[in-house]
């Protein structure tokens, strides 16, 4: 087993930066190599699991204007320093021993800010450093709700790249590190041309359905490597990215498929038309 911890941009859902590592390193330690390479003026979308005063701390200090969100934990030892609005608050945390054991620099306490808000009937707790001056608790609460947007990114390399397969075809630990590098790779030529095709049209780079993109332009670069290299490759890209802007998502809503509970296999046979239990 391996362990994956990458950067993505949820807008393009481009990979920015990614490291792999043997499965028993800490994604956290992981994501340490290359927090400088988050741009300056951004927000960083952060999972429940990278809940840490060191890593956040530093992604502030080290860079011009960069905040961050994450989910809040449960049972957070914490005290209320100030309040903006009914769901809105500023609170303040003790940073632990063992954390200012590995790092000296960290001071006692700090400070965040707490978001609630409602999501099909359910609340939701954020933490941000993102300021209440700036930034609205609607705004914030929209902003984490693009945190999805990353999920179907990875999604894509799953289902569409891997075809749903469990494991890696490789079977040496050199190899799995070059099939992992070369899927990110081939994802994000994929991703790159479907954005600027994207933008080029007036539409976000998100709109663009990947699984067809990837079809069109895997069968569009054989044949683009059978023509004449030279002459005509400005063109064949025109043509390539035009091809790509016709794959946008189709936004009529879905028809409703509630969620039923599968039978577990039996080696018995089941009476499916048998009467309900009473």
Known sequence: MMRLVALMNVRSHLILEAQLSPYRRS???????????????????FDKGFWSADLLLGLNSKGENRHWLIPAHKGLVSEEVARYGKQDRLLRMKVSPQARKQNSELPAYWEVREISYAVNGKTKTVLTSLPAATYSTKAVAALYQERWEIELGFRDIKSSLQQNAVTLRSKTTELIYQEVWGLLLAYNVIRREASLAAVAFGRSPSEIRFKPACHYIAVQLIVMAAANPVSATGRRLSELRAGVAGLFLDHRPRPSRPRTVKISKTRYPVDREAAPLK
């Open 27 to 45: 994604e956290m330690r992981l994501a340490d190599s290359f927090m400088q390479q988050i741009p300056d003026h951004s927000v960083t979308l």
